[in-house]
């Protein structure tokens, strides 16, 4: 799979890094580029350390999480659950580009389609590749085993990419927020904060059913509304409050799992009545104060460390591979999990008991031999994820409210049929498997109908605006400043 070519482009992007890490200015905030990376990397060491999948010798498959099978690990989820610091930046980096939009006389539209763009062409490539793998596999009828799983499961992550659009939706209108609050920095965040507690209270006091799916919304936008906060120079430098939020936010943890209804665990774990991620918790939202509070504590060695050219250039080129890896990662272990019993290997020697200490000696080869399948995936694919155009300064026209509804329509159904795939996944096509997200039955085949529908009222939205190549190729095109 990593031919000659792909090796060829790996090369390329490696010497664009160069280009790209001497052009570097001085006023770049280097730190929030490798929070970025960071985060998406802890998370795809994180699941491949923690999902268990075994295939039996008859060809049976068995899939759970090494942390049920070992619940005194729960609580390193406190540290390796770093999806807050993506949205944390991801409100960093929405800020600066909306203030860059608002300098040039762009709007609403512009915003939402340029990152909608970013994160749906990679994301399309995957869902397409999947779902003609997925009717192949059901026509010669081979779903079942390893590959009826990975159908299913394989597109799990994409709540992500599904939440985030649904975050840049809203984005704007929560900066605008934040910007008429400007004497009070903090009053978005806390007003959001007493929301997603009144929302729990109601869950789990008051019983009332599907009130917390409240919060996917309100305790993300949360977390995106202290990236806010960063950007305008709030919190960076100000060692007392990253102490209080990582002392304050680590206690509130403590007390809500302890004391509270919560679990410990800030993952979703197989048969857990309840679970800090889906739907979100205070819980989630005070693991999320104390980790950034401590990303915000290190900031200054880090960031000294990062002037370093060969650091910054290995930074460059990690962001320009990490959401085709964070897509494809979840492939690579199952294909790898398929490949083990097909290459006659032992399976009682590579698949030890899960959580015994044979188990923990080989998950490092585990990752390497999964870290090289991911890469020779991302060496194919990674094209996809590179930004291809923006829309220059726009000349005011007609219809300009319009045109943001329906590019925040638009969003919406991408982000809806995004999430739809998460809850569905690809297998099942032709025998109309559904499943339901919240409320709303869905299908794979609905799952595209929707997110297709969206991306046509994006372009719909755009119009005519024609568009020129950008240079925003430092890898986290997320970042503009």
Do not use: K
Not at 43 to 70: F, K, P
Not at 138 to 156: D, N, P, S
Not at 163 to 169: D, M, R
């Amino acid at each position: 799979m990593c031919g000659r070519p792909a090796a060829n482009r790996l090369d390329a992007m490696m010497i664009g890094a160069t280009a790209l890490a001497a052009a570097t200015p001085h006023t770049r905030d280097r730190y929030v580029d490798l929070l970025r990376v960071t985060s998406l990397g802890v998370v795809v060491v994180g699941h491949w350390l923690m999902a268990v999948v075994l295939v039996g010798r008859d060809g049976a498959v068995s899939a759970t999480n090494v942390l049920t099978i070992v619940p005194a690990l729960q609580p390193a989820t406190w540290l390796l659950q770093v999806m807050p610091v993506f949205f944390f930046v991801g409100g960093f980096s929405h800020a600066v580009a909306l203030a860059s939009l608002r300098r040039r006389g762009a709007g609403y539209v512009e915003f939402v389609r340029s990152r909608t763009e970013r994160l749906i062409r990679p994301t399309a490539v995957f869902i397409g590749v999947w779902l003609a793998l997925a009717l192949a596999i059901e026509i010669t009828g081979h779903h079942r085993g390893v590959l009826a799983l990975a159908t299913g499961t394989v597109a799990q992550p994409l709540w992500f990419v599904g939440v985030y659009l649904g975050v840049v939706a809203l984005a704007p209108v929560m900066w605008r927020l934040h910007r008429r609050t400007a004497g009070h920095p903090y009053a978005v965040a806390a007003v959001l904060a007493a929301g997603a507690v009144a929302v729990d209270a109601l869950r789990f006091a008051g019983h009332v059913p599907y009130v917390g799916f409240l919060n996917v919304a309100v305790v993300w936008l949360a977390v995106h509304q202290l990236g806010f906060l960063y950007a305008d120079g709030t919190l960076p430098g100000r060692r007392g409050v990253a102490v209080a939020l990582t002392v304050g936010g680590f206690v509130a943890v403590l007390a809500l799992t302890t004391v509270g209804p919560y679990p410990v665990s800030m993952v979703g774990l197989p048969g857990e009545r309840i679970s800090n991620m889906s739907p979100p918790t205070v819980a989630l939202l005070a693991h999320a104060v104390w980790l950034i509070g401590l990303v915000l504590l290190v900031r200054e060695p880090v960031s000294r460390w990062l002037r370093r050219p060969r650091v910054w250039r290995n930074v460059i080129t990690a962001n320009g591979l990490a959401m085709t890896a964070f897509l494809w990662h979840l492939t690579a272990m199952f294909a790898a999990t398929a490949l083990i019993p097909a290459f006659g290997l032992a399976i009682g020697l590579i698949q030890p008991e899960a959580g015994s200490l044979t188990w923990w000696l080989l998950r490092p080869l585990w990752i390497v031999v999964l870290a090289l399948l991911t890469l020779a995936l991302v060496s194919v694919f990674q094209r996809a994820d590179r930004p291809r155009a923006v829309a220059p300064t726009p000349v005011a026209r007609a219809g300009s409210h319009r045109r943001a509804g329906i590019a925040a329509l638009g969003t919406a159904l991408c982000a809806l049929g995004v999430l739809g795939f998460s809850a569905v996944g690809f297998g099942g096509l032709l025998a109309g498997h559904t499943a339901t997200l919240v409320v709303l039955p869905v299908t794979p085949l609905a799952a595209v109908a929707v997110l297709g529908v969206g991306v046509a009222l994006l372009a719909a939205a755009a119009g005519d605006s024609p568009v020129r190549p950008t240079n925003d190729r430092i890898a986290c095109a997320d970042v503009h400043h």
